[in-house]
């Protein structure tokens, strides 16, 4: 089954109102995602979009949603940067990020998605999943941490269990981050050169290198099975970062309608003094003015 394409406009493409009912502007421009951005016009796009999270924050915090965004892909594919743009304006008590370890040796004997289940959303947040329960289909699968069974099992019941999901109320969206070889390899030795990247380097991720065609076809095996149509998979084409960012913002905004709960401009009340007196500064310990 080949990857869904992103909506253009169709039935999954939100049309957002202001109080009143009057549309909104696009979210972005056609011509400001289609052209590689400079950095400047990048900033500029990424802090627009950035306030248009911010209501989407708001939105979802007074309707009671509950959100599950999954981010998956290659290694160094930008999953991580997207999500930090995405959590970067927001709340994190409305808006936080799953980035589970390695199961403990209890949790491996437990059902598979129970130690995901925790972590899923109550009314009024949005949970970004950076890699998910697809851990299964693609490096226990690829690197033999499970069983032919265990994985099978995995393709049978994951469409299920999504499916149940949906229809308790869960707005599930999932991202796949697709990037090319030749960038993949940039982007590992720009993290091999710069020590402040290197930590995101580990031992799997050279596997991966020298099991590339293994991954892709267990990529196209898990898109198979779970590509449904209550909760699609979202290709994000991730050789430019700039783009990649944007473009999956945009998409995110589309797919979740919202009004804008902007309050009001706030008057900041003048400070009440009380009688209070400070303390001598010199009864304080304050860190040495290196800077």
Request: proline residues 7%; positive net charge; aromatic residues 10%.
């Amino acid at each position: 089954m080949s990857p869904k394409k992103e909506p253009t406009g169709g039935k999954k493409a939100s049309k957002r109102t202001k109080k009143g009912g009057r549309p909104q502007k696009p979210v972005a421009t056609a011509s400001a995602l289609r052209t590689k951005p400079d950095k400047k016009k990048y900033n500029s796009e990424l802090n627009r979009l950035q306030t248009e999270l911010v209501k989407l924050q708001e939105w979802i915090k007074k309707e009671a949603l509950k959100v599950v965004v999954i981010f998956e892909g290659r290694d160094a594919a930008g999953k991580g940067g997207v999500i930090k743009r995405i959590t970067q304006r927001l709340n994190p008590r409305v808006c936080r990020v799953v980035a589970l370890a390695a199961p403990t040796e209890r949790e491996r004997t437990q059902w598979y998605f129970q130690r995901y289940v925790p972590h899923l959303p109550a009314a009024g947040e949005m949970v970004l999943f950076d890699r998910s329960w697809y851990n299964r289909a693609g490096v226990e699968r690829v690197m033999g941490f499970c069983t032919n069974e265990e994985y099978e099992e995995f393709l049978r019941t994951c469409p299920s269990f999504e499916r149940m999901l949906v229809r308790s109320g869960i707005i599930l969206i999932k991202y796949w981050f697709s990037v090319s070889d030749e960038e993949q390899e940039k982007r590992f030795r720009e993290r091999i050169r710069d020590t402040r990247k290197r930590w995101k380097l580990s031992p799997m991720d050279m596997e991966s290198r020298a099991r590339w065609a293994e991954y892709s076809k267990a990529k196209d095996e898990m898109f198979a099975y779970t590509d449904i149509k209550q909760a699609p998979w979202y290709v994000v084409d991730a050789d430019d970062k700039r783009r990649a960012r944007l473009n999956c913002i945009h998409h995110l905004l589309s797919m979740i309608p919202y009004e804008d709960l902007t309050p009001e401009p706030i008057k900041l009340p003048p400070r009440g003094g009380g009688g209070y007196v400070r303390p001598p500064i010199s009864d304080q310990t304050f860190i040495p003015e290196v800077y």
